[in-house]
């Protein structure tokens, strides 16, 4: 499976300020994908980052508060801007590889999460 | 509507003895079904996934689950629970049609106790 880091790993932010988040991955992959885990909660999908084009919301995530970009096929950022203390959470990005081979194709792997808190 | 259910929010076990954690899902397409865990501070691990054939899949750690079509579930079982088994699993539901996005359970926390 891909190898994938994010950074920051954690901080501490104020309120109404923004905060980038990174996603790089080792390898080529088709699809990024970025969630949000709220404390003591499951994980809900953002969006998928799509390389070279807009990210694709899902419902109650909007891009103004969560824009994302992919500008290649291992790199992706994730910015939470406006921050509010409702933003406090764990934000994770997840990559699927291309291909057939069955130990990557539809398969999602996940990166060790960027733990945010908001003042 | 998607759904994916994780009835058990807590599971306690003794050490060695065998564990049984459920899933039950709801979806409108044939599902990629997956476990994941994670330890405190921790991102997400993948178990195991099952997309076709052989309803009895085998992961990493020692576990395996059972697809059973019948009854929605792919429930996560372990013979044998080990003090470091302790940790939060996750069940997850996807499918090509809705461009292999995933559906969460609540998640169920494992304590283990010696």
């Known amino acids: 499976s891909a190898v994938i880091s994010q950074k920051p790993s954690r901080d501490i932010c104020q309120r109404g300020t923004s905060l980038t988040i990174q996603c790089q991955v080792d390898?080529?992959?088709?699809?990024m994908f970025w969630y949000r885990q709220q404390p003591g909660q499951s994980l809900t999908l953002i969006a998928t980052a799509n390389q070279g084009s807009e990210a694709t919301y899902e419902s109650g995530f909007v891009i103004d508060k969560f824009p994302i970009s992919r500008p290649n096929l291992t790199f992706s950022t994730l910015t939470v801007s406006n921050m509010s203390p409702e933003d406090s959470s764990i934000y994770l990005c997840s990559v699927e590889g291309a291909g057939t081979a069955s130990d990557i194709a539809d398969t999602q792997y996940f990166g060790p999460g960027t733990r945010l808190t908001v003042l | 509507a998607q759904s994916v259910t994780q009835p058990d929010i807590h599971i306690t076990v003794s050490e060695g003895a065998s564990l049984e954690l459920r899933c039950n899902y709801s979806?409108?397409?044939?599902?990629?079904l997956f476990w994941y865990v994670q330890s405190p501070g921790q991102g997400l691990q993948l178990l195991l996934k099952?997309?076709?054939?052989?309803?009895l899949v085998q992961g990493i750690k020692g576990f395996e689950a059972e697809f059973k079509r019948s009854q929605s579930s792919f429930n996560l079982r372990k013979p044998s629970v080990h003090w470091s088994d302790a940790a939060e699993y996750f069940c997850a539901v996807g499918a090509r049609e809705y461009g292999n996005k995933l559906v969460f359970g609540a998640g169920t926390i494992l304590r283990v106790k010696s």
């Open positions: 979806y409108g397409a044939t599902p990629y």
């Open positions: 390898s080529q992959v088709t699809m």
């Open positions: 099952y997309f076709s054939g052989d309803t």
